[in-house]
Nanobody
Framework: QVQLVESGGGLVQAGDSLRLSCAAS????????MGWFRQAPGKEREFVAQ????????DYADSVKGRFTISRDSAKNTVYLQMNSLKPEDTAVYYC???????????????WGQGTQVSVSS
């Protein structure tokens, strides 16, 4: 059974940092991209970042470039999202997903986690 389990969300103040983790299990993801998405209340889910599992190619949404960093630890089968200089507009439920890289870019992940809440106060 494939599982993606996110952790690390919480309530922080503007300017603070958080690191989200996504632990993947149940199959090999070596030919997949691993991505982070977010959905704020009343808004559509949006792409945040992705990394290819085998060669570490990175891709970011313009809104988070320079503030967020995606990375992976192959030994732990875990993908991270380091979020710095957080803003109130970063408040959302953050989801981890796995899938083909082109599909992730348009929000079509094959596997999804349950999400973790990130709230940033001003």
């Amino acid at each position: 059974q494939v599982q993606l389990v996110e952790s690390g969300g919480g309530l922080v103040q503007a300017g603070d940092s958080l690191r989200l983790s996504c632990a993947a299990s149940g199959r090999s993801f070596s030919m997949y991209g691993m991505g982070w998405f977010r959905q704020a209340p009343g808004k559509e889910r949006e792409f945040v970042a992705q990394i290819t599992w085998n060669d570490g190619i990175l891709d970011y949404a313009d809104s988070v470039k320079g503030r967020f960093t995606i990375s992976r630890d192959s030994a732990k089968n875990t993908v991270y999202l380091q979020m710095n200089s957080l803003k109130p507009e970063d408040t959302a439920v953050y989801y981890c997903a796995a899938g083909q890289t082109w599909a992730l870019r348009i929000g079509r992940g094959e596997y999804w986690g349950q999400g973790t809440q990130v709230s940033v106060s001003s």
